[in-house]
């Protein structure tokens, strides 16, 4: 029998084995483990391609657990999964170097989408450095590759969960299409070339900064964006020319969700802001 390929942590019985039919009915090796220790050992004797990890467990906790996965090599990806869905644990994880964060209840076709992302992603993943992790400021040098958008935008979203839901999820959107354009226009797709992010949050703002490598650009010298909806054969004919990703409403989207939007003289780093109707509480 060929060794499983995702290991899920869990101390809830009906959770563990709940998770492991819905991976095993989509073709995934899997095996389970009920604590910390008992992961441990699976994991110094076998080179599992995924760990989901829940955070609070007996003995050896989940975040000390991530730290021994990371310090293994190769090392897992390791996916840390909580009911416990604070601040300080999606930062803690972020710290740590986690692959992705997933809160419970977990929606079944994120799970398998992340899982089956990490799986595919080469064992040599770009570290993301975090340059600070505090509530209120979170900043972070990123590897300009797209799977690592969707890492960072993962975690970006928990940690907007006090927010309604039409705002996180509209914010969520302009940070992945700023975040992108940095990445690719910017970073080239190239890892050794990083995007540095800030996510800055008050009572009543929300906002984001993001500054990329390159040179910097002219509105006028976007051919594939497009403006307003007149252009959209034309811009689109120009992304498959590039040979980049479909899209091209990115500015438009961006500049109807933002209170503010602000470039600088080079136009490689922008500022996004949101103001908030009601001051915001934080889960602790």
């Known amino acids: 029998m060929a060794h499983p390929d995702v290991l899920i942590v869990d101390d809830d019985e009906a959770t563990r084995q709940g998770l492991r039919m819905l991976l095993t009915n989509v073709s995934f090796s899997v095996d389970t483990a009920a604590d910390g220790a008992q992961a441990l050992k699976k994991i110094n004797t ?45 930062l803690s994880a972020l710290r740590g170097q986690a692959y992705d964060f997933l809160s419970k209840p977990i929606e079944p076709s994120r799970l398998v989408d992340t899982v089956r992302r990490a799986l595919t992603t080469g064992t040599d993943v770009t570290r993301i450095e975090v340059l600070s992790a505090r509530p209120e400021w979170v900043e972070l040098l990123v590897p300009c590759t797209r799977e690592t958008a969707d890492r960072i935008q993962s975690f970006i979203q928990q940690l907007e969960t006090d927010l309604p839901d039409d705002v996180r999820e509209s914010v969520g959107l302009a940070f992945r299409e700023l975040l992108l354009n940095g990445i690719e226009w910017g970073g080239h797709l190239n ?21 990329d490598p390159g040179p910097g650009f ?67």
Not at 51 to 75: E, M, S, T
Not at 193 to 201: I, T
Not at 246 to 251: N, S, V
């Open 191 to 211: 890892p050794a070339q990083k995007v540095r992010v800030a996510c800055l949050r008050t009572r009543r703002m929300l906002l984001y900064r993001i500054a």
């Open 218 to 284: 002219t509105f006028d010298e976007l051919s594939h964006a497009s403006f307003n909806a007149s252009d959209v054969m034309a811009h689109d004919v120009v992304r498959q020319e590039k040979g980049i990703r479909a899209g091209g409403f990115g500015l438009v989207l961006i500049r109807a969700i933002a209170d503010e939007l602000i470039y600088n003289e080079r136009q490689n780093e922008v500022v996004f802001v949101k103001y908030l109707d009601e001051p915001a509480i934080r889960p602790s």
């Open 46 to 90: 076998h080179d599992f391609g995924v760990v989901l990890v829940d955070v609070r467990l007996p003995g050896i906790g989940g975040l000390d657990l991530l730290a021994r996965c990371i310090a293994k090599r190769p090392p897992p990806k390791v996916i840390v999964m909580t009911g416990v869905d604070t601040t300080e644990t999606v």
